[in-house]
């Protein structure tokens, strides 16, 4: 997972950038990048059908400008990004999970991102920490996004249709 965003003044706690389904303190197949309980830090919940994953990177996600946040998930960690910033927040066996929808903005006990959000991608492999440098300095082109099979979506935020944001890929 990876996108921008530009958070409009404080957030508020669970505050959703990209997530799977409303989260509750008994659900347990919740994936999502989004807000700490205090709206300031970046946080990640990763589910395992039986518990789950989740924590605090401590870095803490400006407001009123943009920012460049990623997630990347491997068997044996989960880390996080935010602009350069680098964060492993897990380490240990994590499992694959199937994910059936994916929902921006939208965090969990239903609380909202408020500002903008933009570029949001969604691979079905792990990026490289080369590779998440390279999608955040590069603009994204037809070619580039037909050449990688595993972008499974493309949310760029210019292609709205009946007030549904398409997704590119």
Known sequence: ISAWIKPNGSQN????????????????????LIYDYHGNKLWFRWADYG???????????P????????MTVKSDSIVLYLNDDRH????????AVDVQSWYIGKGFYSNYFKGNVDEVTLWKRS???????????????DAMLNADADLIGYYQ???????QVLNKQ
């Open 13 to 32: 706690g669970f505050a959703g950038i990209v997530t799977n389904s409303e989260w509750c303190a008994h659900c347990d197949n919740t994936i999502g």
């Open 88 to 95: 492993v927040t897990a380490a240990g066996a994590v499992p």
């Open 127 to 141: 990026l490289s920490q080369t590779e998440i440098r390279e999608l955040r300095h590069q603009t994204k082109t």
């Open 157 to 163: 935020f210019n292609n709205v249709y009946n007030g």
């Open 63 to 70: 407001t009123d400008e943009w920012s460049y946040v990623a």
């Open 51 to 61: 518990g789950s994953w989740s924590g605090n990177s401590g870095m803490e996600i």
